[in-house]
C-alpha cells in the first residue's frame, strides 16, 4: 500500500511539473521566436503530454491480473498512428515551427527526470 501511495504521489508531481515546463516553454519560445514557435511548442507539449498518459493507462492495464494484450496493442498502433499524423500535418500544412514541435515532445522526457532529481534529492533524507 505504502508504495501505491508513492507512486501515486511521482505521477502526481510529474504532471505538475508537465505542466510547468509546457507554460515555461510556450512562453519562453513565443517571447524568443514569435507565435509560430510559441505554438509549436504548445503542440508538441501537448503530443507528449497524451503520449504519457496513453502510456500510463497502457502501465495500468498491465498491472492488472488479466491485461488485455490486443487491446493495448491497438490502442498503441492508434497512438502512434495519430502522432505520426500530426507531424505529417505540421511538416507540410503549417507554418508552426518543427523544430519547436518536436522540442515540445520531451516535456514528459524532462519532468520525469525533474521527478528522478527529487527522488534523488529525498531518498538522502
Do not use: C
Not at 44 to 73: C, F, H, M
Amino acid at each position: 500500500m505504502a508504495d501505491s501511495r508513492l507512486f501515486d504521489n511521482a505521477r502526481e508531481r510529474i504532471g505538475k511539473a508537465m505542466f510547468a515546463i509546457s507554460t515555461g516553454g510556450v512562453i519562453a519560445a513565443w517571447a524568443w521566436r514569435g507565435w509560430t514557435w510559441g505554438l509549436g511548442f504548445a503542440l508538441g507539449a501537448a503530443a507528449s503530454w497524451l503520449n504519457y498518459r496513453a502510456l500510463e493507462q497502457v502501465v495500468d492495464a498491465l498491472g492488472r491480473k488479466r491485461p488485455t494484450r490486443k487491446r493495448i496493442a491497438v490502442l498503441a498502433g492508434v497512438r502512434y498512428l495519430l502522432l505520426g499524423g500530426g507531424a505529417y500535418v505540421i511538416l507540410h500544412y503549417s507554418s508552426v515551427s518543427v523544430g519547436a514541435a518536436l522540442t515540445g515532445l520531451f516535456v514528459a522526457v524532462a519532468a520525469v527526470i525533474v521527478e528522478m532529481l527529487i527522488q534523488l534529492v529525498y531518498a538522502r533524507s
